[in-house]
């Protein structure tokens, strides 16, 4: 309740949440919200303007441009999703593991995300996929060997300035068992830092697949997939823009979203972010008074 009360205040963070709940939305219920059958060939409608019918118009194969956007949210918004939840929760498991035992247990944990992290994301990736083939599954698959170790070194780093408070230690002392403190006390605390670590993920990784489907690398056809329809459109960027255009803004959106929702959920878990945030505002008015009073002056 506290978040969504700090949250509420930042009206962008709101609205960033609304996109965001409306994108996915659509995404899962495409089929009701497409007016068309996104792989419906119709060479007859070939590259047509947009029309009532077809609000977006027609690509090169006649085939709705809106229907086929609708379902380029599941492969590059909703997989992706799916993705950072699987190595959020691979990279928190390990990482409460490190932080909180340390010893043996840290270093071992640690040398393997170095291997992980010694390798650029997009290079490593590459060569994920090409052990694996092309395909979005196996882009899935490269985002969560590359992202675990890097969630499992953020949280390790997270849980360890809270492993050695006052109440965890006396808890430790009392008895209890290790797996009920890291749930009791450990997750409640570091719950906020991987909010906002996952929410300031996610922009990256649809950049990442949508790039990949550009380049040929990621969702085949005849799938739809946003990076892999501005590479349909690209023979016809100077005289149907338009088709660039809406899958191009639609990836512009919904990063920008979960990127400002990543700002507002990073200050409405801080308290204090709010009071900085707050003086600065404050320091800058003041400075801005102060500039007036020696105009007026001179």
């Given at each position: 309740?506290?978040?969504?009360?700090?949250?509420?205040?930042?009206?962008i963070g709101i609205l960033s949440l609304l996109v965001i709940v409306f994108t996915i939305t659509v995404g899962i219920f495409a089929p009701i919200f497409a007016p068309h059958d996104f792989n419906e060939v119709n060479m007859s409608l070939r590259y047509a303007?947009?029309?009532?019918?077809?609000?977006?118009?027609?690509?090169?194969?006649?085939?709705?441009?809106?229907?086929r956007l609708i379902y380029g949210i599941r492969p590059s918004v909703l997989w992706v999703l799916v993705a950072l939840l699987i190595?959020?929760?691979?990279?928190?498991a390990?990482?409460?593991?490190?932080?909180?035992?340390?010893?043996?247990?840290?270093?071992?944990?640690?040398?393997?995300?170095?291997?992980?992290?010694?390798f650029?994301?997009?290079?490593?990736?590459?060569?994920?996929?090409?052990?694996?083939?092309?395909?979005?599954?196996?882009?899935?698959?490269?985002?969560?060997?590359?992202?675990?170790?890097?969630?499992?070194?953020?949280?390790?780093t997270s849980v360890m300035q809270y492993a050695e408070?006052?109440?965890?230690?006396?808890?430790?002392?009392?008895?209890?068992?290790?797996?009920?403190?890291?749930?009791?006390?450990?997750?409640?605390?570091?719950?906020s830092d991987i909010a906002v670590i996952s929410s300031s993920s996610i922009g990256s990784m649809i950049l990442q697949i949508s790039g990949f489907s550009f380049l040929g690398l990621g969702i085949q056809a005849p799938n739809a997939e946003w990076g892999m329809m501005l590479n349909e459109a690209r023979e016809v960027m100077f005289t149907r823009p338009e088709l660039m255009l809406a899958p191009g803004l639609a990836i512009i959106i919904v990063v920008s979203a979960f990127n400002f929702l990543s700002d507002a959920l990073q200050v409405a878990l801080d308290p204090k972010l709010v009071n900085s945030k707050n003086t600065h505002k404050d320091n800058l008015a003041l400075s801005r008074i102060k500039l007036q009073e020696k105009e007026v002056a001179k």
């Open positions: 309740m506290r978040i969504l009360k700090n949250l509420s205040k930042d009206k303007s947009s029309s009532w019918g077809y609000l977006l118009g027609n690509d090169h194969l006649g085939r709705c441009v809106l229907s190595s959020v929760l691979i990279g928190a390990l990482g409460f593991l490190a932080g909180y035992f340390r010893g043996k247990v840290d270093a071992s944990i640690m040398r393997i995300c170095d291997v992980m992290l010694s650029p994301g997009y290079v490593m990736a590459l060569a994920i996929i090409g052990i694996l083939g092309v395909g979005l599954e196996n882009i899935l698959i490269a985002f969560i060997l590359i992202k675990w170790a890097w969630f499992a070194r953020l949280i390790r408070l006052d109440y965890v230690k006396f808890s430790k002392a009392s008895g209890i068992s290790n797996i009920k403190i890291i749930y009791n006390h450990i997750v409640p605390v570091t719950f």
